[in-house]
């Protein structure tokens, strides 16, 4: 059997992506691994419902340049119960990049330009 266990983010900033990652979806570390050399840290980030998958965000410390995302034709998806809160939520914090009313979803943007899709749980 095979499952999915996580997937990865390359981050400039991993303090402001921690941040923007709690604020905006309530993900919290799990668990973290550092280089001894501090040359990268990974942390591996969890989600409130406490599903197996889980988002990888690594620092590279000599990384300076902002990573080339091509056409960002890929991205996260996240669904909620609570569609309308958090939509209201990341209009205020200024992160909705692209809306898809006739779908009834909508899209964030992270600190580097990573997009993450909301979902509506549906019955």
């Known amino acids: 059997m095979t499952t999915f266990y996580h997937f990865n983010f390359n981050v400039l900033d991993l303090d402001r992506s921690l941040a923007f ?3 905006a979806l309530n993900l919290t570390p799990l668990r973290e691994k550092e280089a001894g050399d501090g040359s990268f840290k990974l942390v591996f980030l969890g989600d409130e419902g406490g599903s197996d998958f889980q988002l ?4 590279l410390r000599d990384r300076k340049e902002p990573y080339n995302l091509g056409e960002c034709e890929f991205h996260l998806a996240f669904r909620t119960d609570e569609y309308d809160a958090l939509y209201e939520k990341h209009k205020a914090m200024g992160c909705v990049c692209f809306e898809n009313p006739s779908m009834g979803i909508y899209f964030i943007s992270d600190p580097d330009g990573y997009w993450i899709e909301i979902v509506p749980a549906r019955s």
């Open 21 to 23: 990652y709690k604020e």
């Open 56 to 59: 990888e965000l690594t620092w």
